[in-house]
Structure formats: C-alpha cells, structure tokens
C-alpha cells in the first residue's frame, strides 16, 4: 500500500541552527502538507501546498518557516532557525484533491528536538 | 475562529464495552469531516464524513455526521485493549484540516 514517508524520523540540532525536514508523498498525490503536534498538545496546521506554491499557511508558520518541492518527489519544510519551542512531532500529508474532497495520508512524522 | 472540540478528553473503559466519541465544530467553510486513530506516531485514517445521517461503518466502529447541529460522533462498539489510541476529529474547510485535542481511550483487559 502507498504511503507517505518521511526522513529523518528524530532530528536533534541545537537551537539558531536551520533544519531540513524531508517528506516523500505519495507518487500520485498533487496536495501536501506540514502539520506539528507539540507533545501533549493537538495537531496544528502549518502549509498547504499546490502546483508548487502555498496554497494555505497559518500563523504559525512565519518567515523562519518555508516548503520546497526541489524534485519530482521530494516535499520538504526548511525551519531556517530554530527555537527551543520549534521542538515538535512534524507530520507531513498528501492528498489527490483537495477542499475536502479527499482524504489526506500522513507519514510517520520526525521527531524534533531543539536544544 | 474556527474550532473543534472533542469530548471526552479521556476514557477509561473494560473490553466489551461500546464507547461513543464526540465532536463539534464550528468553521466557517464546512467540506468535510475526517477520523483519525493516533497509536504512536502517525495519524491513520478511520473515516472521512461529508453528508448527514449516512452511517459510515468499519468493523466495530462507525462514524455518523449531523450538519445541522455541527457534531459528529464515533462509536466503537465491544471495545478491545488494541482500540487504545487517541482518536482525533479533524474539519477540513476546504484548504487545510483543523483538529481537535482528541480523545485518549483506554481499553484496559
């Protein structure tokens, strides 16, 4: 079954530094997103991402934020310095449609860890 | 603001017992309403809603969607120690998902 896999599954760095979070959606999905979950807290919207633009961002993802789609099947979420309160479980998702009309299939997440 | 609630925070329940799950929501551009089943990492699908009163079923559990009163609720039905999870509620409104807290349930032997 496909599936949505992302790299690293735990990422440490220290804080100020850039990160790179690495997402492989699914081969046939034209939607992407980044989600974090902070621990113990509830799954929060960052990007949405179509036709190689942002489509949707909340305000969590400000200007240290951006998403890259460099090839054919990478999707990746760059923090370009990071904070103590960026540590997280990011989840990356992908869909055929969007607006509701299809269902969105999450990776396993990576594990962030800013100290 | 667009919100999502889910109720209860946390259950505790015996192996056989049939537990219910609520959530309501209130956002401003309605598509469509998805479950979710966190173990230890990753969402995994359970449903996804988009008409009311059409039951959907998988197994033990089912899902139905009330568009008028803007809840939902998943019913899980002679509970076993593997439905232990968080179950999130999540409304896509048409360009990105918004979840609720979840609900932790606990399926103890």
């Known amino acids: 079954e496909p599936e949505v896999t992302q790299t690293p599954s735990h990422q440490v760095t220290q804080m100020g530094q850039e990160v790179i979070l690495r997402c492989v959606p699914i081969s046939n999905h034209l939607y992407f997103y980044w989600y974090r979950q902070i621990l113990g807290q509830k799954v929060e919207f960052l990007v949405s991402f179509y036709n190689n633009e942002i489509s949707e961002k909340s305000e969590i993802f400000d200007d240290q934020f951006s998403v890259e789609r460099p090839d054919g099947s990478n999707f990746t979420l760059k923090i370009r310095s990071t904070k103590l309160e960026d540590s997280a479980m990011y989840f990356c998702?992908?869909?055929?449609?969007?607006?509701?009309?299809?269902?969105?299939?999450f990776g396993a997440g990576t594990r962030l860890s800013v100290l | 603001e667009d919100k999502v609630v889910q109720s209860p925070l946390s259950l505790v329940v015996h192996e056989g017992d049939t537990v219910t799950l609520n959530c309501s929501y209130e956002v401003t551009n309605f598509r469509s309403l998805l479950w979710y089943k966190q173990e230890k990492k990753a969402p995994t699908f359970l449903f996804m809603l988009t008409s009311s009163g059409i039951e959907k079923k998988s197994g033990r559990l089912s899902s139905i969607l009330d568009k008028k009163e803007l809840f939902s609720i998943l019913n899980i039905t002679a509970t076993q120690t593997g439905d232990s999870a968080i179950y999130l509620c999540?409304?896509?409104?048409?360009?990105?998902?918004?979840f609720g807290a979840g609900t932790r349930l606990t399926v103890k032997p």
């Open positions: 999540a409304v896509d409104n048409n360009n990105d998902m918004r």
């Open positions: 998702a992908s869909s055929r449609l969007a607006g509701g009309r299809d269902i969105q299939y």
